[in-house]
Protein backbone atom coordinates (compact mmCIF):
# COMPACT_ATOMS: atom_id res chain seq x y z
CA UNK A 1 0.00 0.00 0.00
CA UNK A 2 1.72 3.66 -0.57
CA UNK A 3 2.65 5.01 2.60
CA UNK A 4 0.31 7.60 2.71
CA UNK A 5 -2.70 4.67 2.88
CA UNK A 6 -0.44 2.78 5.45
CA UNK A 7 -0.77 6.39 7.33
CA UNK A 8 -4.20 6.43 6.43
CA UNK A 9 -4.85 3.06 8.09
CA UNK A 10 -3.40 4.41 11.12
CA UNK A 11 -5.16 7.35 11.09
CA UNK A 12 -7.93 6.02 11.26
CA UNK A 13 -7.70 3.43 14.23
CA UNK A 14 -6.74 6.32 16.03
CA UNK A 15 -9.48 8.61 15.67
CA UNK A 16 -12.00 5.45 16.41
CA UNK A 17 -13.71 5.69 19.52
CA UNK A 18 -13.48 1.65 19.77
CA UNK A 19 -9.34 2.20 20.01
CA UNK A 20 -9.84 4.79 22.69
CA UNK A 21 -12.55 2.40 24.52
CA UNK A 22 -10.13 0.19 24.58
CA UNK A 23 -7.14 1.46 25.74
CA UNK A 24 -8.82 2.29 28.93
CA UNK A 25 -8.64 -1.48 29.05
CA UNK A 26 -4.84 -1.98 29.22
CA UNK A 27 -4.68 -2.97 32.69
CA UNK A 28 -7.15 -5.47 31.96
CA UNK A 29 -5.68 -7.01 29.43
CA UNK A 30 -2.77 -7.54 30.83
CA UNK A 31 -4.07 -9.16 34.28
CA UNK A 32 -5.59 -11.35 31.94
CA UNK A 33 -2.97 -12.12 29.79
CA UNK A 34 -0.63 -13.12 32.84
CA UNK A 35 -3.36 -16.03 33.51
CA UNK A 36 -2.72 -17.07 29.91
CA UNK A 37 -0.93 -20.40 29.60
CA UNK A 38 2.58 -20.25 28.65
CA UNK A 39 3.58 -18.88 25.36
CA UNK A 40 4.22 -21.06 22.32
CA UNK A 41 7.57 -20.10 21.27
CA UNK A 42 7.20 -18.37 18.25
CA UNK A 43 11.28 -17.56 17.34
CA UNK A 44 12.17 -21.18 18.58
CA UNK A 45 9.52 -22.54 16.30
CA UNK A 46 11.74 -21.40 13.01
CA UNK A 47 15.04 -22.79 13.90
CA UNK A 48 13.11 -26.50 13.84
CA UNK A 49 15.03 -27.30 10.94
CA UNK A 50 18.38 -26.09 9.03
CA UNK A 51 15.39 -24.59 6.19
CA UNK A 52 13.40 -22.05 5.67
CA UNK A 53 9.80 -22.12 7.23
CA UNK A 54 6.77 -20.93 6.59
CA UNK A 55 4.61 -18.82 8.55
CA UNK A 56 1.29 -18.97 6.61
CA UNK A 57 -1.21 -15.98 6.69
CA UNK A 58 -4.57 -15.85 7.26
CA UNK A 59 -6.68 -12.99 5.88
CA UNK A 60 -9.82 -12.45 4.80
CA UNK A 61 -9.13 -9.14 2.10
CA UNK A 62 -6.19 -6.96 1.36
CA UNK A 63 -6.19 -2.79 0.29
CA UNK A 64 -4.75 -3.86 -2.97
CA UNK A 65 -6.66 -6.97 -3.60
CA UNK A 66 -10.35 -6.59 -1.87
CA UNK A 67 -11.81 -9.62 -0.84
CA UNK A 68 -9.52 -12.47 -1.19
CA UNK A 69 -11.89 -15.32 -0.14
CA UNK A 70 -15.74 -15.00 0.47
CA UNK A 71 -16.12 -18.34 2.72
CA UNK A 72 -13.42 -17.17 5.01
CA UNK A 73 -13.28 -19.37 7.96
CA UNK A 74 -10.24 -19.15 10.03
CA UNK A 75 -10.10 -21.95 12.14
CA UNK A 76 -10.56 -24.34 8.74
CA UNK A 77 -7.80 -22.34 7.54
CA UNK A 78 -5.42 -22.67 10.36
CA UNK A 79 -5.89 -26.26 10.44
CA UNK A 80 -4.82 -26.70 7.08
CA UNK A 81 -1.66 -24.91 7.61
CA UNK A 82 -0.88 -26.72 10.26
CA UNK A 83 -0.78 -30.45 8.88
CA UNK A 84 0.55 -29.09 5.64
CA UNK A 85 3.53 -27.99 7.98
CA UNK A 86 3.50 -24.33 8.58
CA UNK A 87 5.83 -23.41 11.28
CA UNK A 88 3.79 -20.92 12.65
CA UNK A 89 0.60 -18.74 11.65
CA UNK A 90 -0.24 -15.09 11.38
CA UNK A 91 -3.87 -13.81 11.97
CA UNK A 92 -4.81 -10.32 10.56
CA UNK A 93 -6.60 -8.21 12.46
CA UNK A 94 -7.02 -5.27 11.47
CA UNK A 95 -10.87 -4.62 10.71
CA UNK A 96 -11.44 -1.86 8.15
CA UNK A 97 -9.25 -2.95 5.37
CA UNK A 98 -8.11 -6.30 5.94
CA UNK A 99 -11.31 -7.49 8.08
CA UNK A 100 -10.05 -9.09 10.44
CA UNK A 101 -10.63 -9.25 14.27
CA UNK A 102 -9.29 -10.43 17.30
CA UNK A 103 -11.91 -12.83 17.75
CA UNK A 104 -10.56 -14.67 14.42
CA UNK A 105 -7.19 -14.76 16.84
CA UNK A 106 -9.14 -16.57 19.54
CA UNK A 107 -10.99 -19.05 17.75
CA UNK A 108 -7.56 -20.37 15.92
CA UNK A 109 -5.90 -20.22 18.92
CA UNK A 110 -8.31 -22.96 20.17
CA UNK A 111 -7.98 -25.05 16.92
CA UNK A 112 -3.99 -25.45 16.41
CA UNK A 113 -1.14 -26.01 18.25
CA UNK A 114 1.23 -24.09 16.30
CA UNK A 115 2.34 -20.16 17.62
CA UNK A 116 0.27 -17.79 16.42
CA UNK A 117 1.58 -13.93 15.40
CA UNK A 118 -0.83 -11.28 15.73
CA UNK A 119 -0.40 -8.76 12.83
CA UNK A 120 -1.98 -5.71 13.03
CA UNK A 121 -1.14 -1.66 13.21
CA UNK A 122 0.17 -1.54 16.33
CA UNK A 123 -0.05 1.59 18.37
CA UNK A 124 0.82 1.66 21.85
CA UNK A 125 2.43 -0.94 24.33
CA UNK A 126 -0.83 -1.64 26.19
CA UNK A 127 -2.04 -3.70 22.42
CA UNK A 128 0.79 -6.44 23.30
CA UNK A 129 -1.05 -7.35 26.52
CA UNK A 130 -3.95 -7.04 24.28
CA UNK A 131 -2.59 -9.30 21.82
CA UNK A 132 -1.52 -11.88 24.21
CA UNK A 133 -4.92 -12.06 25.98
CA UNK A 134 -5.92 -12.93 22.76
CA UNK A 135 -4.25 -15.86 22.46
CA UNK A 136 -1.17 -14.24 20.15
CA UNK A 137 2.86 -15.77 20.88
CA UNK A 138 4.25 -12.55 18.57
CA UNK A 139 3.26 -9.05 17.23
CA UNK A 140 4.19 -7.70 14.43
CA UNK A 141 5.89 -4.29 14.72
CA UNK A 142 6.11 -1.96 11.99
CA UNK A 143 8.84 0.29 12.59
CA UNK A 144 7.65 3.08 9.88
CA UNK A 145 5.00 3.36 12.24
CA UNK A 146 6.38 3.63 15.75
CA UNK A 147 9.18 6.07 17.20
CA UNK A 148 12.67 4.54 18.51
CA UNK A 149 10.77 5.08 21.85
CA UNK A 150 7.45 3.34 21.39
CA UNK A 151 9.16 0.55 19.72
CA UNK A 152 11.43 -0.20 22.55
CA UNK A 153 8.72 0.34 24.96
CA UNK A 154 6.79 -2.54 22.94
CA UNK A 155 9.62 -4.53 23.23
CA UNK A 156 9.85 -4.43 26.80
CA UNK A 157 6.27 -5.40 27.37
CA UNK A 158 7.10 -8.13 24.75
CA UNK A 159 9.71 -9.40 26.96
CA UNK A 160 7.25 -9.19 30.09
CA UNK A 161 4.79 -10.99 28.10
CA UNK A 162 6.84 -13.96 27.51
CA UNK A 163 5.93 -12.74 23.52
CA UNK A 164 8.24 -12.77 20.83
CA UNK A 165 8.23 -9.71 17.99
CA UNK A 166 8.49 -9.45 14.66
CA UNK A 167 9.94 -6.05 13.85
CA UNK A 168 9.34 -5.28 10.38
CA UNK A 169 11.33 -2.65 7.90
CA UNK A 170 11.02 -1.69 4.39
CA UNK A 171 14.36 0.29 4.44
CA UNK A 172 17.97 -0.08 5.10
CA UNK A 173 17.47 2.85 7.02
CA UNK A 174 14.43 1.94 8.92
CA UNK A 175 16.89 -1.67 9.41
CA UNK A 176 19.67 0.43 10.74
CA UNK A 177 17.29 2.25 12.88
CA UNK A 178 16.16 -0.67 14.50
CA UNK A 179 19.30 -2.32 15.11
CA UNK A 180 20.41 0.41 17.22
CA UNK A 181 18.13 0.02 19.89
CA UNK A 182 19.56 -3.46 20.89
CA UNK A 183 18.02 -7.27 19.72
CA UNK A 184 17.28 -9.89 22.16
CA UNK A 185 17.23 -13.43 21.51
CA UNK A 186 13.47 -13.35 20.69
CA UNK A 187 13.53 -11.05 18.45
CA UNK A 188 13.38 -10.88 14.88
CA UNK A 189 13.57 -9.08 11.66
CA UNK A 190 10.97 -9.23 9.44
CA UNK A 191 12.18 -7.23 5.68
CA UNK A 192 8.75 -6.31 3.78
CA UNK A 193 9.14 -6.58 -0.15
CA UNK A 194 6.26 -4.21 -0.88
CA UNK A 195 7.67 -0.48 -1.39
CA UNK A 196 5.41 1.70 0.42
CA UNK A 197 5.16 4.69 -2.63
CA UNK A 198 4.76 2.27 -5.61
CA UNK A 199 3.33 -1.10 -4.27
CA UNK A 200 5.15 -3.06 -6.26
CA UNK A 201 7.14 -6.12 -4.45
CA UNK A 202 10.75 -7.27 -5.34
CA UNK A 203 12.59 -10.04 -3.28
CA UNK A 204 15.84 -7.79 -3.87
CA UNK A 205 14.68 -5.70 -0.85
CA UNK A 206 15.37 -9.03 1.79
CA UNK A 207 18.88 -9.93 -0.60
CA UNK A 208 19.89 -6.50 -0.10
CA UNK A 209 19.24 -5.83 3.39
CA UNK A 210 19.80 -9.17 4.28
CA UNK A 211 23.92 -8.68 4.85
CA UNK A 212 23.55 -5.58 7.50
CA UNK A 213 21.44 -7.50 9.85
CA UNK A 214 23.90 -9.68 12.75
CA UNK A 215 24.46 -13.05 12.19
CA UNK A 216 22.53 -14.96 14.38
CA UNK A 217 19.03 -12.62 14.00
CA UNK A 218 16.68 -14.67 12.38
CA UNK A 219 15.15 -12.80 9.18
CA UNK A 220 11.90 -13.32 8.02
CA UNK A 221 10.83 -12.48 4.40
CA UNK A 222 7.65 -10.89 3.68
CA UNK A 223 5.25 -10.13 0.86
CA UNK A 224 5.50 -10.68 -2.98
CA UNK A 225 6.61 -14.54 -2.13
CA UNK A 226 4.49 -16.70 -4.80
CA UNK A 227 6.65 -19.57 -6.40
CA UNK A 228 9.37 -22.25 -5.54
CA UNK A 229 11.80 -19.87 -7.01
CA UNK A 230 11.18 -17.34 -4.50
CA UNK A 231 11.45 -19.26 -1.87
CA UNK A 232 14.65 -21.76 -2.94
CA UNK A 233 16.27 -18.57 -3.77
CA UNK A 234 15.39 -16.91 -0.24
CA UNK A 235 16.50 -20.12 1.44
CA UNK A 236 19.53 -19.81 -0.25
CA UNK A 237 20.28 -16.68 0.63
CA UNK A 238 19.53 -17.74 4.45
CA UNK A 239 16.03 -16.37 4.99
CA UNK A 240 14.71 -18.53 8.15
CA UNK A 241 11.13 -18.28 6.99
CA UNK A 242 8.41 -16.47 4.78
CA UNK A 243 5.61 -15.49 5.75
CA UNK A 244 2.63 -15.70 2.95
CA UNK A 245 -0.69 -15.28 3.01
CA UNK A 246 -2.28 -14.33 -0.62
CA UNK A 247 -0.82 -16.93 -2.58
CA UNK A 248 -2.40 -19.39 -0.07
CA UNK A 249 -5.87 -18.03 0.63
CA UNK A 250 -6.31 -17.44 -3.42
CA UNK A 251 -5.11 -20.70 -4.21
CA UNK A 252 -8.42 -22.81 -3.50
CA UNK A 253 -5.97 -25.46 -1.86
CA UNK A 254 -3.49 -24.04 0.22
CA UNK A 255 -2.38 -27.68 1.59
CA UNK A 256 -1.60 -28.18 -2.26
CA UNK A 257 0.20 -24.53 -2.71
CA UNK A 258 2.25 -25.31 0.22
CA UNK A 259 3.63 -28.17 -0.92
CA UNK A 260 4.26 -26.84 -4.26
CA UNK A 261 6.09 -23.51 -2.95
CA UNK A 262 8.47 -25.73 -0.74
CA UNK A 263 9.12 -28.61 -3.16
CA UNK A 264 12.20 -27.20 -4.21
CA UNK A 265 13.52 -26.69 -0.80
CA UNK A 266 13.05 -30.27 0.33
CA UNK A 267 9.82 -32.08 1.61
CA UNK A 268 7.78 -29.94 3.98
CA UNK A 269 7.29 -31.71 7.15
CA UNK A 270 2.77 -32.96 7.13
CA UNK A 271 1.60 -33.32 10.52
CA UNK A 272 -1.04 -35.99 10.69
CA UNK A 273 -0.14 -37.78 7.18
Not at 182 to 189: E, H, K, Q, Y
Not at 208 to 226: D, F
Amino acid sequence: MPQNFLFEIVEKKRSSPLFRARRNLGPAFRKEAKKARKSRKFAASLETSRSIGLIAEIKRASPSRGILCRDFDPVRLATIYEKAGARAISVLTEPNYFLGNLGHLAAVRKAVSLPLLRKDFLLEPWEVWESRAYGADAVLLIAALLNNRTLTYCLCECEEADMDALVEVHTGEELERVLSLGFAPRRIIGINNRNLESFETTLETTLRLMPRVPKGTPIVSESGISTPEDVRSLDEAGVRAVLVGAALVLSGDPGKTIRYLFGKVGKIEERGA
